[in-house]
């Protein structure tokens, strides 16, 4: 009997399947193009300042005062929106304060009087960027990964760093060739082309589209709408206050938004021209500031995932203070290396602050943290309002910046010290390898 052999053929491994990009990458990239978009209205009010005062005669203290409308409503808006976020979704609530900045920006170009500007700037501009701070950057954040959390925090907060980059320059400008009108309507011209993006590509779960959150072990159902949201803002606040992390975390960033928003992104160009600087010069520093922003804030995003986000706040603040201490001496009619050391110095810790103050709510705080985080950032925007309003105040009494100056660094100082206060958080923050 005669047996057959035939030669065995090799056998083949199944092709390997490629790995897809996760959709929480996507959604963040929309996230971002998002707050680029809208950065445009954070780019303005400090090149507005003296235009509107030389065409309507407002002292800087009541262009200072729409200004600081502008900054408290952003802050205090915050958390209402994460919890309208969790009541009609992301998508909604971020396209409808899109269109709200919008029109807040184009009335400004027909006012005519300084209860116009308050109105249009500082109530409708104010309100309609407040739906879009950080609170949003959060909860994207929160609902779309478990791992990388800090890198994406620091990534989307870089978002108006790299809008104020693309603007700046551009809105300085139109404002000294061109007047400050075209300006405003580019502004709300860029609110409105982000809608379409917002409305057509973000997702408000993972599970809209069957996915795990990013790095998550299990399936996340999506939770039901939360009605009441005024009702849990509150709520979560009346919690939140009877804790020791609220209030350190709270009074840090509320120096944090006096000492950047407030005080630099408002009255830096001003304070710039009042030594003889050219406007378009100093707008264009900011603008680089925003360029190291965007490096700053995604390390400090990055150090968040490895270290203690108590100790990097700390560090932070600090160095913030004695920089601060040091600018009345480089301010002068031209850009020489000192000042560029301070810009690029300051630029890395514009906002490197957020990720670990993020982390600290989150680890907190747990499913609560995006509307925690939104009442400290209210405490942010207030502080950077009242400097705002003070600053205006101060230059009108005193002739210069310089006392706003040296106080906003003594108070980066004592919130570094506040920063080592809190307590270490119940659960340990993640650190990764």
């Given amino acids: 009997m005669t047996q057959t052999s035939e030669a065995a053929a090799p056998v083949q491994a199944p092709p390997a399947r490629r790995r ?65 976020m969790d009541r009609f979704g992301i998508r909604r609530v971020v396209a409808v304060a899109l269109t709200v900045i919008a029109v807040g920006s184009g009335l400004t170009v027909w006012m005519t009087a300084a209860w116009q500007l308050l109105l249009c700037w500082g109530l409708l501009v104010g309100l309609g960027s407040g739906s879009m701070a950080l609170a949003f950057a959060a909860t994207v954040t929160g609902r779309w990964f478990t791992e990388r959390r800090g890198l994406v925090s620091g990534i989307l907060t870089a978002a108006s760093a790299s809008g104020q980059l693309i603007f700046l320059p551009v809105l300085s400008w139109m404002v000294e060739a061109h007047d400050w009108r075209p300006a405003a309507v580019t502004v709300a011209l860029a609110a409105l082309a982000v809608v379409p993006f917002v409305w057509l590509l973000l997702r408000d779960h993972p599970a809209d589209v069957g996915l795990k959150p990013y790095g998550a072990k299990e ?20 919690s939140a206050v009877r804790t020791g ?31 003889g600087m050219p406007v378009t010069a100093a707008a264009s520093l900011l ?16 150090f968040t995932d490895r270290f203690e986000p108590r100790r990097l706040l700390a560090v932070y603040y600090a160095l913030r203070g004695v920089s601060l201490l040091f600018l009345p001496m480089l301010l002068g009619p031209s850009v020489h290396p000192p000042m560029l050391f301070f810009i690029v110095f300051y630029g890395l810790d514009w906002v490197a602050t957020v990720p670990p103050t993020l982390a600290l709510c989150r680890a907190h705080y747990g499913e609560d943290s995006a509307i925690v985080f939104g009442w400290v950032l209210a405490s942010h925007q207030v502080g950077a309002a009242l400097v705002a309003f003070l600053g205006g105040v101060a230059r009108d009494v005193f002739g210069s910046y310089n006392i706003v100056w040296y106080t906003s660094g003594t108070l980066c100082a004592a919130a570094a010290l506040m ?3 809190i307590r270490r958080s119940p659960a340990p923050v993640p650190v990764l390898p």
């Fill in 20 to 84: 897809r990009v996760h959709r929480a990458w996507f959604v963040a990239a929309v996230t971002f193009v998002t707050i680029i978009g809208a950065a445009a209205f954070r780019s303005l009010p400090g090149l507005l300042i003296d235009p509107l005062h030389q065409e309507f005669g407002w002292s800087r203290g009541t262009i200072g005062a729409a200004v600081s409308i502008n900054l408290a409503l952003y802050g205090l808006t915050a958390p209402f929106a994460a919890a309208l």
């Fill in 219 to 238: 399936f996340v159902p999506k939770p039901a709408p939360v009605t009441g949201a005024a009702r849990r803002t509150l709520s979560v606040l009346a």
């Fill in 245 to 275: 992390p609220f209030w350190l975390l709270a009074g840090t960033f509320a120096i944090c938004g006096a000492s950047t928003n407030g005080l630099i992104q408002t009255h830096f160009v001003p304070a710039a021209h009042d030594h």
């Fill in 287 to 302: 603008a680089v500031i925003g360029v190291f922003d965007v490096v700053g804030t995604i390390a400090s995003g990055w």
């Fill in 419 to 421: 920063a080592l206060v």
